[in-house]
T-cell receptor, first 112, second 111 residues
Framework: DAGVTQSPTHLIKTRGQQVTLRCSPKSGHDTVSWYQQALGQGPQFIFQYYEEEERQRGNFPDRFSGHQFPNYSSELNVNALLLGDSALYLC???????????FGPGTRLTVL | RKEVEQDPGPFNVPEGATVAFNCTYSNSASQSFFWYRQDCRKEPKLLMSVYSSGNEDGRFTAQLNRASQYISLLIRDSKLSDSATYLCVVIKSGGSYIPTFGRGTSLIVHP
């Protein structure tokens, strides 16, 4: 039973560029949430996708957007990258919106 | 005041010790609580949910104190492999389901 997978594992970008991160949920899960984790901090909730729509959103600017596909996989897009966007980006999936979440290994983004 | 607060530590304890962490939350409407464990440069992994009546899983015991708005995690007979960062998560009730993580408490178990 495959767990949550994310790609790529590492990414280096420069300021002003755009990035797309990908997530495949655990088998049987239909909800995907995205988090940003800066060094030494806990994960911060970005948004949650369920039935291909953004259902909840944390305190992140519109530069952060996402998408969920019919197979429940999801993408996180970040435009106009800032140095402060450097972080570990985690995807978590669950069976329903309020069920226990399981995390993927994350994508480490470095913005230079 | 932050919504969810944890003492970042580190807590340095010898093998076999008992150690406890607290996590305070500010929103009294909070409904669901969890403890996650995160190893260095890895993803968080669910350790246990926290129920109003308290719950135990082997050497780990989690408790909720709604009156004082905190949850706790007790680890008995610490093992070297327990060394990690322990994150608490609080979810508010109502239509908005936004998990709020604490910054984590670092535990180092030494021989």
């Amino acid at each position: 039973d495959a767990g949550v997978t994310q790609s790529p594992t590492h990414l280096i970008k420069t300021r002003g560029q755009q990035v797309t991160l990908r997530c495949s949920p655990k088998s049987g899960h239909d909800t995907v949430s995205w988090y940003q984790q800066a060094l030494g901090q806990g994960p911060q909730f970005i948004f949650q996708y369920y039935e291909e729509e953004e259902r909840q959103r944390g305190n992140f600017p519109d530069r952060f957007s996402g998408h969920q596909f019919p197979n429940y996989s999801s993408e996180l897009n970040v435009n106009a990258l800032l140095l402060g966007d450097s972080a570990l980006y985690l995807c978590a999936s669950s069976r329903q919106k309020t069920d226990t979440q399981y995390f993927g290994p994350g994508t480490r983004l470095t913005v230079l | 005041r932050k919504e969810v607060e944890q003492d970042p530590g580190p807590f340095n304890v010898p093998e076999g010790a008992t150690v406890a962490f607290n996590c305070t939350y500010s929103n009294s409407a909070s409904q669901s609580f969890f403890w996650y464990r995160q190893d260095c440069r890895k993803e968080p992994k669910l350790l246990m949910s926290v129920y109003s009546s308290g719950n135990e899983d082997g050497r780990f015991t989690a408790q909720l104190n709604r009156a004082s708005q905190y949850i706790s995690l007790l680890i008995r007979d610490s093992k070297l492999s327990d060394s990690a960062t322990y994150l608490c998560v609080v979810i508010k009730s109502g239509g908005s389901y936004i998990p709020t993580f604490g910054r984590g408490t670092s535990l180092i178990v030494h021989p």
